[in-house]
């Protein structure tokens, strides 16, 4: 698995760039509605919650992008991976403009 993250590709980038995020937002997601009582059910039939919270945590989820992309540029010196996760970056971004203004 580790050798296949030690790749100089854009598709490596990409994906971890999606992934990664992805499952931070479920991590935050789930610690908050453990917070809310244990009722993940209050955070979906709540529109005024939502409109609020998925944004914000759409961009905290975003967070450690930075300190892949530091990794894979700096330190591995994998210009593709790094390129990918910038684009991936750029995906994350356009969702969290569509989940604040479509919301």
Known sequence: MMEKLRRDSYAV???????????????????????????????????????????????????PNLFILRYYLLKLKFDKTGRGIIIACFVCAIVFLAAQFLL
């Open 13 to 63: 980038g990409v994906i971890m760039g999606i992934v990664i995020p992805v499952v931070i937002f479920g991590i935050i997601y789930g610690i908050y509605a453990l917070v809310l009582n244990g009722n993940p059910q209050m955070l979906v039939n709540n529109p005024k919650l939502t409109k609020v919270l998925v944004p914000k945590f759409i961009l905290l989820a975003m967070i």
